[in-house]
């Protein structure tokens, strides 16, 4: 591919012919719900209104350029999924794996569709060691583990922070793929309800 796309509109053009993938079933798979997501907010969509991006999707299988093999880095390293929708700090690391390889992957955050999800980390009250877990969790949090999520193209939680206080690791942070704003996040509501609209459509948008 000589022109990796840069927006969800891109991805609609000839030249993309049976080459969109995403990182599984949307009913199933996290990534492949908020690929979806994004497409709908590059396509007056929002938080409450998944809809368009399984119109758009639609439209992608519609015109031939939507492919129903589910990207990993074994399909990509072969040529099945050369154009993957899946989390920027997963693509960025396949980007590093691959380069071994002779394969040029390129990441894009598209400028029209950026959805921001976190991980959500917990200690069970009833856990036998609960003390153990919270000094892992403190670990986690303090500059050196923030700093491991980042080498990994992780955008860690603490990172505005950690710049301001000097103690982020700028070379790391450096490669990040580049995207502007603020981050919003759904509600869990919004995401309920948008699950709802992906199992009762996502079928029909791609099939035939």
Known sequence: MKTCPTTFADLLKPQYKGQVALNGNPTKSGSAFGGVYAAALANKGSFDDIQPGLDFFGKLKKNGNYTPVESTPATVEKGETPISIDWDYLNAGYADEFKSKGVDWKVSIPS??????????????????????????????????????????????LMTSMESAGTLDKTAAA?????????????????????????????????G
Do not use: C, M
């Open 175 to 207: 490669k990040l793929p580049k995207v502007t704003g603020t981050p919003s996040f759904p509600t869990e509501d919004q995401q309920s309800k948008a699950k709802t609209v992906i199992a009762q459509g996502w079928a029909k948008a791609v099939s």
């Open 112 to 157: 029209d569709g950026q959805y921001a999800q976190y991980y959500s980390q917990a200690i069970n009250k009833d856990a036998p060691h609960p003390a153990a877990a919270r000094l892992w969790q403190e670990y986690l949090y303090s500059a050196e583990g923030q700093n491991l999520w980042l080498k990994g193209y992780a955008r860690p939680a």
